[in-house]
């Protein structure tokens, strides 16, 4: 049976910038397939069939129903310059009703085309820290799975194509469509929070060497860096950076990268298959008890 005039299309669109994870759009592509598929089966020809196309910022025409943004391929802060087209047709695509749906850390563009301001946002761990440091007005919750704020929503987690994939399912034809959409995918959906990071540093401080140093020890995990390695990178001597740090953050450097070593152990216990041994040595410690007795999520 074809759809009638009267039945359109659902139109959704997964963005391509330069710097996207493009298997994302490759997962939205079959969750939207199997929906079809399941669609015809319910026999639900009366609701709109489902169009899954990619768009660009040089694209024009009507707004789509809903933008999905991918993640970002890799950890560093986008280049708001190189990504100019993309944010003003998100604001574009927003202001003319479209729904922004985030694909973990995807947020970085919702939040850059300043939709995010005065909102609850939430993007895997690697990224929350930098989110929040640079968009102080959004609150960035990275313990959740997905946070719907109706026009605007987020999502965090390696699979979180899947989770605003359903969620928009959900939201345009019901639970039902979503369920036995999710019953074809071999991709287990995950639902839980997760528990939020046990090292919660302090990033309202004021201090811009300071926080630019912060931001620089998240994007190398803290390993293997010394006192005089950071007031560089603050552009300070290093007897001012380490007074300066530990007014700014409540912490020596030392302790900082420590705390923030242990805060990355727990996640890849929460989150990994690796074993206790592996996540050790990925964070730096040789002695798996020394981890284990500084943390308490072992």
């Not at 005039?5 to 391509?16: G, K, Y």
């Not at 598929?37 to 020809?45: D, F, I, K, N, T």
């Not at 036995?180 to 990071?197: A, F, N, Q, W």
């Not at 290093?238 to 727990?266: D, N």
Request: hydrophobic share 45%; proline share 7%; with cysteine.
């Amino acid at each position: 049976m074809t759809d009638t005039p009267e039945h359109p299309v659902l139109r959704l669109c997964v963005l391509q910038y330069p710097g996207a994870l493009h298997s994302s759009a490759v997962g939205l592509a079959d969750l939207f397939a199997c929906a079809q598929q399941v669609r015809a089966e319910l026999g639900m020809a009366k609701t709109p069939a489902v169009q899954l196309d990619t768009v660009t910022g040089v694209d024009q025409g009507a707004a789509p129903a809903v933008v999905f943004v991918p993640p970002l391929a890799g950890l560093p802060v986008p280049d708001a310059q190189a990504l100019a087209p993309m944010i003003a047709a998100l604001r574009r695509w927003h202001a003319d009703g479209a729904m922004l749906v985030a694909v973990c850390s995807g947020a970085w563009l919702i939040a850059m085309a300043g939709l995010l301001q005065g909102r609850r946002a939430t993007v895997h761990w690697d990224h929350a820290m930098a989110l929040a440091a640079y968009y102080p007005k959004v609150q960035v919750v990275p313990h959740e799975v997905l946070v719907d704020e109706g026009d605007v929503v987020t999502s965090s987690g390696t699979q979180a194509w899947q989770t605003v994939g359903l969620a928009v399912l959900a939201h345009f034809f019901g639970a039902s469509l979503a369920m036995e959409t999710h019953g074809l995918l071999t991709v287990p959906e995950r639902t839980e929070p997760l528990p939020p990071s046990p090292f919660q540093p302090r990033l309202d401080h004021g201090h811009a060497a300071v926080l630019k140093v912060q931001l620089w020890l998240q994007d190398n995990r803290a390993m293997g860096v010394t006192l005089d390695e950071m007031a560089a990178c603050a552009g300070l001597e290093p007897r001012t950076f380490l007074r300066r740090f530990h007014a700014s953050t409540g912490l020596k450097p030392t302790e900082y990268c420590q705390q923030l070593r242990i805060a990355r152990a727990c996640h890849l216990l929460e989150t990994s298959q690796r074993n206790v041994d592996q996540i050790a040595s990925s964070v730096g410690y040789q002695d798996v008890g020394a981890l284990l007795a500084r943390t308490s999520c072992g």
